[in-house]
């Protein structure tokens, strides 16, 4: 379905309800699964959502030989690490076309280290993997962390099936390190207590003692509304959402803040308004926050305000080479952004004429979807394509806009004209 949005006629307030954080329900699923006496989770305390139905669905039915697990990249890492410390079982491990071409290698190879019997069924260092479960002995290892901190965290939480403790040393620039801090406190409320340093993180052989509940509304989804409150000057009240969250993307708020959001935390969640002070220019490391950069590019071109992100080499991976996606479909809105390097893009403010109405591919990429969608606001009647790749992390989004004010229509369907009132 391609979707053609019209913004509102008022000015925004909303309240929106947003869905469960992905990556805490990943976490807590595979954790529930390795805790003995523990079959699965409540589906309250996880999201809803297509990764996270992925990766339940696989573990509550373990006798399949072959497991899919579609673009479900989170899926992919946590479950090659899972199967590999899992004796008694031999399983292919694959996904789709762009998830077999998003590398696996530093997890594989630290895997292998400890003993795994993992072999590559296409090529070298990416899906499909063949993976035989055994003892995995634990000990030392290294790995390159600077690709995916899901690595880290998928070695980190099979480290209680070991024969002895784990230490992981982390070699270079560590991607997203929240996310590491993250699985480490998660591990902590199940009895597992995880020394993370700065390069290095220990854990011990001990197996997992309970459950916990750590649900929390997705800091990652709510960057989409400090977007539509910031280049629509309207009131957005997100229920629940927390400034102590585990979630490292609740920094999303501060940089907001020099975009002209003010958060305000209440009893009911955070309320966010618009300020009429905005920097002149937005320099920021998006290291540890890689899956706001899209939110906050859009912002930025909408409001007129010069960036240049740092640490964004990790969205080369993700579910489409998110750099280059990005600078094609701005291209569409006449915004000509730069990729100075794999780990840096800027924006100096250069524009060029438009001379249609912009239809934005998205790549089968959720976040391409929401983060475009709000400049329908500046642009009114943009198109969406294949809009209901939302489905993979929020699938109610495109209904929270519609309560917003939002006109949502079939892009096929020809646009009637709003009558005048008499």
């Known amino acids: 379905m391609d979707y053609r949005i019209f913004p509102p006629e008022e000015i925004i307030e909303t309240t929106v309800r947003l869905p469960l954080s992905k ?22 305390q996880t999201a809803d959502c297509t990764d996270t139905a992925i990766l339940r669905h696989i573990l509550e039915n373990p006798s399949t030989s072959t497991v899919d697990v579609g673009a479900a990249g989170t899926a992919m890492r946590f479950l090659t690490a899972l199967f590999a410390a899992l004796p008694g079982r031999t399983v292919t491990l694959t996904g789709s076309e762009r998830m077999c071409n998003r590398p696996i290698g530093p997890l594989v190879d630290a895997l292998r280290d400890m003993g795994a019997k993992i072999s590559y069924t296409g090529r070298e260092g990416f899906p499909p993997l063949e993976i035989t479960g055994r003892k995995l002995s634990g000990g030392d290892v290294a790995i390159n962390a600077g690709l995916s901190s899901q690595f880290i965290s998928a070695l ?35 009895g597992v207590e995880v020394v993370l340093e700065r390069d290095s993180v220990d854990v011990p052989n001990t197996p997992y003692l309970r459950t916990a509940d750590d649900a929390e509304p997705d800091w990652s989804a709510a960057s989409f509304w400090y977007e539509i409150a910031a280049i629509s000057a309207g009131w957005v009240t997100i229920e629940g959402l927390k400034q102590d969250a585990l979630q490292g993307d609740r ?6 803040e020099r975009l002209g959001v003010v958060t305000e935390y209440t009893d009911e969640g955070a309320e966010l308004s618009a300020s009429p002070e905005l920097f ?13 950069v899209l939110s906050m590019a859009v912002t930025s071109v909408m409001a007129g305000v010069p960036f240049r992100f740092t640490g964004v080499s990790a969205l080369r991976h993700k579910e489409c080479d998110r750099l280059e996606c990005l600078r094609t479909e701005l291209l569409k809105l006449g915004v000509v952004i730069d990729i100075e390097s794999d780990n840096v893009i800027s924006w100096d403010g250069r524009r060029h004429p438009i001379s249609e109405l912009p239809e934005i591919d998205t790549w089968n990429d959720h976040r391409i979807a929401m983060s475009f969608a709000p400049a329908s606001i ?14 993979k992390s929020y699938p109610s989004f495109w209904e929270d806009l519609t309560r917003a004010g939002f006109r949502i229509v079939d892009a096929a369907v020809p646009v009637q004209p709003i009558e005048p009132e008499e």
């Open 378 to 391: 500046f642009i009114p009647g943009i198109v969406i394509r294949d809009a209901g790749v939302v489905d």
């Open 23 to 44: 990556s805490i329900s990943a976490r807590a699923l595979v954790m529930a699964y390795l805790t003995p006496g523990v079959v699965t989770l409540p589906a309250d």
């Open 251 to 256: 920094a999303v708020a501060q940089i907001f």
């Open 156 to 190: 980190m939480m099979i480290s209680p099936t070991m024969e002895n403790p784990l230490r992981i040393d982390l070699r270079g620039e560590i991607a997203s390190l929240p996310y590491i801090r993250m699985t480490a406190e998660m591990m902590r409320r199940r």
């Open 280 to 292: 002149s220019r937005l320099d920021v490391d998006m290291s540890d926050i890689p899956d706001a």
